[in-house]
């Protein structure tokens, strides 16, 4: 069992995320259609949700290769 705590960590820090976004929309599927009009909104929100986390993901990778080209550019020295 050498080692079984720490497979159990990395497992758990893999899979949660989409763990909780699946049970999330699946959670939001079924408020709009067993809850009818306030289903809707829990819909939208818990539907939304996994849209919004990937966008803030994109973006965010997005923004750090700008930044990291930037910082690049301006360390170089100039060879003339």
Same mark, same amino acid.
């Given at each position: 069992?050498? *080692? ?6 990395? !497992?758990?820090? #893999?899979? +949660? ?8 929309t699946i ?8 809850? *009818? ?6 819909? !939208?929100?818990? #539907?939304? +949700? ?12 997005g923004l ?17």
């Amino acid at each position: 069992m050498h *080692g079984s705590s720490d497979r159990s960590r990395l !497992w758990i820090r #893999v899979f +949660a995320a989409p763990i909780l976004l699946a049970a999330a929309t699946i959670t939001g599927l079924l408020a709009a259609l067993l809850w *009818g009009e306030p289903g809707q909104y829990v819909a !939208w929100v818990t #539907v939304g +949700a996994p849209v919004f986390v990937v966008s803030w993901i994109l973006l965010r990778r997005g923004l750090n290769k700008v930044s990291r080209s930037n910082s690049g550019r301006h360390r170089r020295a100039r060879v003339n």
